[in-house]
Every structure is written in structure tokens, then in C-alpha cells.
């Protein structure tokens, strides 16, 4: 979680740096930097916030038991698929459709 706190204090770090500046990013060399380097992590951010709420979730199923059991059909997930993706909700079967 650490790293993820990082993340979004660079974050902020880089919109107080752009609202204390007279930067305009549409006519300023350095202002598309900025943009981009903001909306790249802002994509990492969610893919992090994502990755952690897929965890989350897979915790909670382990605790009701239901981890390593598809939501659609209600089979086992396979041991290789949830090896190589623990976080899995189905099996490969449904992957496709969820």
C-alpha cells in the first residue's frame, strides 16, 4: 500500500506543481510533459486501486469459501489458471464473458 500512497502524492505533487505555475500545456514545450506525466499516473493509480480491489475481493471469497469456484458455473477453477492468475473469478471457459 505503500507504494501506492507514492503514487498518488506524486500525483498531487504534480497538479500543485502545475497550478502554481503559469504553464499553459497547449503552448508550452514542457506543458505536454506534464500532461502526459500526470495522465500516466493517474493509468497506473487505477490499474494499482484495480489490482488491490481484485485482491480484496478474492480475500473475501477465500473467507466464504469460494475461492477457486467459477461465478458462472459454479465448477472449480482449475489449479493452473488460478496459479497464473490467483485473483481469477471463473473458470477459462467463462473468462471471455466476464
Not at 12 to 37: C, M, V
Amino acid at each position: 500500500m505503500g507504494r501506492l500512497a507514492d503514487m498518488r502524492a506524486d500525483l498531487q505533487s504534480l497538479f500543485a506543481a502545475s497550478r502554481d505555475s503559469n504553464a499553459d500545456d497547449e503552448h508550452d514545450p514542457e506543458g505536454q510533459t506534464i500532461a502526459y506525466e500526470r495522465s500516466q499516473l493517474t493509468a497506473l493509480i487505477r490499474k494499482a486501486e484495480a489490482q488491490l480491489a481484485d485482491i480484496d475481493a478474492a480475500w473475501l471469497r477465500l473467507e466464504r469459501g469460494r475461492y477457486g469456484i467459477c461465478d458462472v458455473c459454479r465448477e472449480p477453477i482449475p489449479a493452473g489458471r488460478l496459479e497464473a492468475r490467483p485473483t481469477a473469478r471463473t473458470c477459462v471457459r467463462h473468462a471471455a464473458t466476464h
